[in-house]
């Protein structure tokens, strides 16, 4: 499984704008991406996946370029219940189904 | 969505005994599950693969006679922990996924302390 390296924390204001970029650079072709948000003493909770070009749902956008070497999470406007650990991981289609978590981005939404 | 749950939620033993966690698959069939380990700070890190009907996969480092890991229908795992001591204090976190997705779902997570 292709590991991940992601800033460890990132600092933001409500309302704004927050991009968390991932580098996966051993990504495989069967390879899909996924990032997880995580709050203390809570299961991480799905955000949001995909393999290639863009995806959004309702509460995020992934990027992915061409190469899939990264990927990046956009959240739009992040209020304070955005504050939680934010995990992208690289999971394998012809695998185990396993997902291997990196240290994740800390974000702190500040007023 | 997809709801996994944990029971129980928190629990307080005495060194060398042994405690049960149960995950359940609330509204699907899961024939894998996964249990991780989450120490404060830190990530999560994967301690084994559970699939139903079959003897665990547990990655390297993981003790599978303390940690025992049984699957034994397509809706309940449970993991043992098995002689516990001060060091397996830990928040212990599950997740399952439906057969044809490759999305995991997460449980609430069970909170040990080892008295």
């Known amino acids: 499984l292709a590991k991940t390296t992601q800033p460890i ?43 290639k ?28 219940s955005d504050t939680a650990v934010y995990y992208c991981l690289v999971g394998s289609m012809d695998s185990s189904y396993k997902l291997i978590f990196g240290s994740g981005t800390r974000l702190l939404v500040r007023p | 969505g997809a709801v996994v749950s944990q029971h129980p939620s928190w629990v307080i033993c005495k060194s060398g005994t042994s405690v049960k966690i149960e995950c359940r698959s609330l509204d699907f069939q899961a024939t894998t599950m996964f249990w991780y380990r989450q120490f404060p700070k830190q990530s999560l890190m994967l301690m084994a693969t559970s699939n139903e009907g079959s003897k665990a996969t547990y990655e390297q480092g993981v ?35 439906p057969g044809q997705e490759y999305e995991q779902y997460f449980g609430p997570g069970t909170r040990l302390t080892v008295t």
């Not at chain 1, 924390?9 to 899909?32: F, K, L, R």
């Not at chain 2, 699957?71 to 993991?79: F, K, V």
């Not at chain 2, 098995?82 to 399952?96: G, M, R």
Request: overall charge negative; some cysteine.
């Open chain 1, 53 to 80: 070009t863009k995806v959004t749902n309702e509460v995020a956008s992934l990027f992915i370029p061409a190469d899939r070497k990264s990927s990046t999470l956009s959240l739009p406007r992040v209020s304070l």
């Open chain 1, 9 to 51: 924390s990132m600092d933001s204001y409500e309302g704004q704008e927050v991009n968390i970029t991932c580098s996966h650079n051993n990504i495989a072709t069967n390879d899909y991406i996924t990032w997880y948000q995580q709050f203390p003493s809570q299961g991480p909770r799905f955000i949001i996946q995909g393999y």
């Open chain 2, 63 to 97: 003790e599978k006679d303390k940690f025992l890991i049984n699957h034994a229908s397509l809706t309940l795992s449970t993991l043992t922990v098995t002689s516990a001591h001060p060091e397996d204090s830990s928040f212990y976190i599950c997740s399952a996924i």
